[in-house]
């Protein structure tokens, strides 16, 4: 589940990154604002790459899926972009866990073949 949630956190990264600077043009929010927003949010996507096999880090994976479609009041297009990400957080943990179960499986056959 960590390497399929981190792939979409990372890609989250970048996207915030990119509305940030479209924000700037758009919004008539300061360039203060945008970037200690945007920069949050950045920053929080890269240290919940680390957190995801700790408590609460899918929650609030969740809660930065939330962030992200909500910035469509700001960006626009944030909604389409963050309701695919939202989709793509979600199959991130649906199948994560399954490979995760997958995997534990398989490793407890070998031991036994072993």
């Known amino acids: 589940m960590r390497t399929l949630c981190a792939s979409t956190l990372i890609g989250e ?3 915030i990154g990119f509305a940030g600077l479209v924000a700037m043009r758009l919004s008539d929010l ?3 604002t ?3 927003v ?7 996507s890269v240290l919940l790459c680390g957190m995801l096999t700790r408590p609460g880090g899918v929650a609030l994976g969740w809660a930065l899926q939330i962030g992200l479609v909500l910035s469509g009041f700001v960006v626009p297009v944030m ?3 963050g309701l695919v990400f939202a989709g793509l957080w ?3 943990v649906h199948f994560g866990r399954k490979i995760d179960v997958a995997k534990a499986r398989f490793a407890a056959e070998a031991a036994e073949a072993g």
């Not at 945007?38 to 929080?44: C, N, Q, T, W």
């Open 30 to 32: 300061s360039m203060g």
């Open 38 to 44: 945007s920069g949050i949010a950045m920053l929080l």
């Open 79 to 81: 909604f389409f972009l």
């Open 34 to 36: 945008v970037w200690t």
């Open 90 to 92: 979600w199959a991130s």
């Open 13 to 15: 990264f970048f996207v």
